[in-house]
């Protein structure tokens, strides 16, 4: 029997677990911080041995193949020794990829990326397919694959998952974009990342379809160094694609599969350039597992976004209080900001990532921004960027006073936006976290609050 063992008890590593007992592993979970009751009452009802509070190394090591929660880098000491003695450490996604039959749409992507993927798993849904959704969204891959196998699977994969890929193979791949983040898992060097995110491609043949962003150098840059061998289709918001999709900001023009689907910007139900962009990158992707114009026009208008990304929470007294928590990094801000033609409160800070915010400075400038609320432990950056560009910046590190000022210094017509920009790891447990707070404190506004 071989033997694998799984490093992280969370949603992949307990699928993971489950799939590989059912195929015949002698199977150890290890995990370096606690496992949560309902999942050890998983594991043993299965049958499977787990540790929490650290790992044995001399178990671990004497297994025939490990699998890692992804956010477990490779430099990690036990990592390095597994290397080091020839046994293959690979992702869940990996893992499950060898036990299903389902055509695969696997989606990557610095930003867009998870909006993109509900958005594909919606519109082939909505169409009658038989189509699952998993990787970094939804539950795990592995675990769905001991209930279920489905026609279609909507992948959404991160560069972490990437790495741990070998033989993984989409019949349609997309990349969203490609901007700096996550450098500090990658020496702090750019082309390692861009290396991570072209893995996603490497499995794929000249029978496979990938789809592209026209404008992104990045991701431009990408295929000069790695050139994939998968057919290549183009999202551009600049000129037409014989192959791909263009948009005029009236309609979306999707050529794909032979076909040509022209679907109104006015019937999307999200907004803003990067959700144009999202919906043809989607788009294209269904038409090419074979929806129809009248489908994709459908599934559209019935979408709904996921939580903490430009999601309008309320409006109060005219002003419309929208939560982009998600917008963790420069690039995702510098899409929120640019959703919006009228003044706006801008509530942003947290953990810098190393970020360039001079990218911003056009769509802050004259009075678009009339106030910027640092929400962060350390502001000092992020006061320093804009301190000369917008009139009026405060800090604070209760959001519930940051969206009470938010109140004050807004008037009717206006917006304020939570998009970070950053981390969210100094004053809340993640970027759900800081979302779900402000959509607490934004719910317990009172109308008409006296500034």
Not at 328 to 357: F, Q, R
Not at 370 to 381: F, M, P, R, V
Not at 393 to 400: A, F, G, K, N, P
Request: aromatic share 8%; with cysteine.
């Amino acid at each position: 029997m071989k033997q694998l063992a799984i490093l992280g008890a969370g949603e992949s590593g307990l699928g993971a677990a489950l799939l590989a007992k059912r195929e015949g592993y002698g199977v150890w979970v290890s995990d370096m911080g606690a496992i949560s009751s309902s999942r050890k009452e998983a594991l043993i009802e299965a049958g499977i041995g787990f540790e929490e509070g650290g790992h044995d190394e001399a178990k671990i090591l004497s297994s025939d193949l490990i699998i890692k929660s992804p956010g477990i880098p490779d430099k990690a000491p036990l990592i390095k020794k597994a290397h080091e003695e020839g046994i293959p450490v690979i992702d869940e996604l990996e893992f499950a990829c060898h036990y299903s039959a389902g055509k695969v749409i696997a989606i990557t992507g610095t930003n867009g990326k998870t909006t993109t993927t509900l958005l594909t798993y919606h519109l082939l849904k909505e169409a009658g397919l038989d189509v699952g959704l998993a990787g970094n969204v939804g539950k795990s891959w592995a675990g769905q694959l001991v209930e279920k196998d489905h026609d279609w699977w909507v992948i959404e994969t991160s560069s972490f998952q990437i790495d741990g890929f070998m033989c993984f193979r989409p019949n349609i791949a997309v990349l969203t974009n490609i901007t700096p983040d996550h450098l500090d898992r990658y020496e702090y060097q750019l082309d390692n990342y861009i290396m991570s995110k072209m893995g996603l491609f490497k499995m794929m043949t000249s029978r496979d379809k990938a789809i592209y962003y026209k404008e992104d150098l990045l991701s431009q840059k990408g295929l000069q160094i790695k050139p994939a061998k998968a057919s290549a289709f183009w999202i551009s918001l600049e000129e037409k694609q014989e192959k791909g999709g263009f948009s005029d900001g009236e309609l979306l023009i999707i050529n794909a599969a032979d076909k040509t689907a022209k679907i109104p910007v006015s019937g999307l139900s999200i907004q803003g350039k990067h959700n144009i962009l999202n919906s043809l990158f989607a788009g294209t992707a269904a038409l090419l597992a074979g929806l129809t114009e009248e489908q994709l026009i459908a599934g559209f208008k019935t979408f709904k976004n996921a939580p903490h990304r430009m999601e309008l929470i309320r409006t109060v007294d005219g002003v419309r209080f929208v939560n982009d928590s998600k917008g963790t990094n420069v690039e995702s801000t510098y899409y929120a900001l640019g959703s919006y033609t009228d003044p706006m409160i801008w509530i942003a800070g947290g953990v810098d990532k190393g970020n360039d915010y001079t990218v911003l400075y056009d769509l802050v400038k004259d009075g678009k921004v009339k106030a910027l609320i640092c929400l962060g432990t350390d502001n000092e950056k992020l006061k320093k960027a804009f301190a000369g560009s917008i009139s009026e910046i405060r800090e604070t590190q209760d959001i519930r006073e940051a969206v009470l000022w938010g109140q004050q210094l807004a008037a009717k017509g206006e917006v304020v936006l939570l998009s970070p920009a950053c981390a969210s790891f100094d004053l809340f447990k993640n970027y759900e976290d800081r979302g779900e707070q402000f959509r607490s404190a934004v719910l317990n506004l009172n109308e008409n609050q006296e500034v």
